[in-house]
């Protein structure tokens, strides 16, 4: 939070003064450690002279209390006196005291002696006046090394209007407390929604060829590899975190995504004839050649994800700020494929081929996010997290001649893994002057590791082998989020 300037005469005042000035605006509770702190700031010109007040008769008296208090200028009590020592407490009523070797709470008379006048200073060290030692309870602490006597200065808002000739009672600008750790992060509690617009990668699968005959030998590859890939797509992550102090809460969210897409590959055009569309997704072990006609393939891949996160600050500033995260998730990875398209051979006919691999499983995450605040309400932000996941992968494969409702494959398959999953995401947000309200916009780059990829599956279930079948699946793109906080 930025601090306001404090007036040329303000700022060259000694410690002492200001120091004195905390008693007149700051809880009682304060005021024991503002006077204890004042003990080791040196006093000019006396070492042993802390901070002055007005000697009146205690207004609050109850049995046992002292008779006698030291009042502000406003007529706060600051300090109880009782009596020692022979001084005539009576005969200072009303006149200004100074106050040596503070004990705290209550002060004995003898630690009490009226002010001599003191000359003004003319000359101040203007080179020290932008030392700022300390900030606390609201006002500004500097020490400039004047030679100035102790005044007790008032506090009297942002600015002083008038600028008092030195060693002069002055008044001091109020300034905001120090921050805490979290302090300038707040507010803290928010909920969130969030548009993704990514697609699947590394997942796609080639189902289909163009060749010059309907297999055996002289058939080649002729033309277009036809592969059914999942292009960009619409999903969604809400949620949402409560705070549990200043720096810590937890938080929740829930995320959902759906992509799919379409192949389809006809026969090329051969002079001649010939052109047909070989399946590469087949059983080789089914009595079955080429297709004349279209063949057509689709693919749909979704994810669900749910965590719960306990949230905490590592650093926050006026500019940075980073926090890290730890919980459980919870994921589901759904992959259906389908192709279908009219075959020769022994068992020709429409030949309908599906395969599916489904992912379940739950673990432990964490992560990182951070802020960089910029002007004008701008801020670069980053997150990243890694999940580490037990689950099990379900596949099945079906390969049915539906004119003849002939069953000609089935495979099904599971197996039980470790997965994992890596995300970072990297943007630019928004925010309102007090940032109860957040808009960003990014990029999103999301990977499982471990999982089953339905390319994959087929190639094994084509080979009969179901050994290290294991790989990894990706999405990407573009993300806009907007949140609210409190």
């Not at 005291?97 to 003191?118: E, S």
């Not at 602490?141 to 030679?147: H, I």
């Not at 938080?251 to 070989?278: K, L, M």
């Not at 057509?296 to 500019?319: E, G, K, P």
């Amino acid at each position: 939070m930025p601090q306001p300037n404090l007036p040329r005469t303000a700022r060259n005042a000694p410690a002492s003064w200001v120091l004195a000035a905390l008693l007149v605006a700051t809880p009682a509770a304060a005021q024991d450690a503002l006077w204890t702190a004042n003990r080791s700031v040196p006093a000019t010109p006396s070492a042993d002279v802390v901070a002055s007040g007005t000697l009146v008769a205690n207004p609050n008296r109850v049995a046992g209390a002292p008779p006698y208090a030291i009042a502000d200028r406003d007529g706060k009590i600051v300090r109880l006196v009782e009596p020692n020592g022979g001084v005539d407490l009576p005969a200072m009523v009303g006149q200004r005291v100074r106050i040596r070797h503070d004990t705290g709470k209550t002060l004995l008379a003898t630690q009490l002696t009226a002010p001599d006048p003191q000359p003004l200073q003319q000359s101040l060290p203007m080179q020290r006046a932008d030392d700022l030692v300390r900030l606390a309870q609201g006002y500004a602490y500097v020490d400039t090394g004047m030679d100035c006597p102790p005044i007790m200065m008032e506090p009297c808002g942002p600015a002083c209007p008038t600028c008092p000739p030195p060693c002069a009672p002055v008044c001091v600008p109020v300034s905001p407390p120090p921050p805490g750790r979290c302090e300038l992060c707040t507010p803290r509690s928010f909920v969130f929604g969030e548009y993704l617009h990514l697609r699947g990668i590394d997942g796609d699968v080639t189902h289909a060829q163009q060749q010059n005959g309907i297999g055996g030998a002289g058939t080649v590859p002729f033309g277009q590899i036809g592969t059914v890939d999942t292009d960009y797509s619409s999903g969604y992550r809400v949620g949402g975190g409560l705070w549990l102090d200043e720096c810590s809460g937890l938080a929740v969210s829930y995320t959902r995504f759906q992509v799919d897409g379409t192949d389809t590959v006809t026969p090329p055009n051969i002079t001649g004839g010939g052109g047909a569309v070989g399946s590469l997704v087949l059983h080789p072990g089914a009595a079955l050649t080429a297709s004349v006609g279209p063949v057509t393939a689709n693919y749909d891949i979704s994810f669900r994800l749910a965590d719960v996160m306990y949230r905490d600050a590592i650093t926050c500033s006026r500019y940075v700020e980073l926090n890290y995260a730890l919980g459980a998730v919870f994921a589901q990875l759904d992959q259906t494929f389908s192709q279908t398209g009219v075959f020769g051979g022994g068992a020709g006919g429409q030949i309908d081929t599906r395969a599916n691999v489904d992912f379940e499983g739950a673990g432990l995450k964490a992560g990182l996010d951070g802020r960089r605040r910029l002007a004008g309400g701008f801020s670069v932000y980053g997150r990243t997290s890694a999940s580490a996941m037990t689950g099990r992968v379900n596949a099945d494969f079906t390969q049915t001649n539906a004119t003849t409702t002939a069953l000609l494959a089935n495979s099904v398959w599971e197996d039980n893994r470790f997965a994992s999953i890596l995300e970072y995401e990297l943007g630019l947000a928004w925010s309102t002057p007090k940032e109860r309200f957040m808009v960003s916009a990014g990029y999103l780059f999301q990977r499982w590791g471990g999982v089953l990829p339905t390319d994959e599956w087929i190639r094994g279930v084509q080979s009969n082998s179901y050994v290290d079948l294991d790989n990894s699946l990706g999405f990407d793109g573009l993300t806009a989020r907007a949140e609210a906080r409190w």
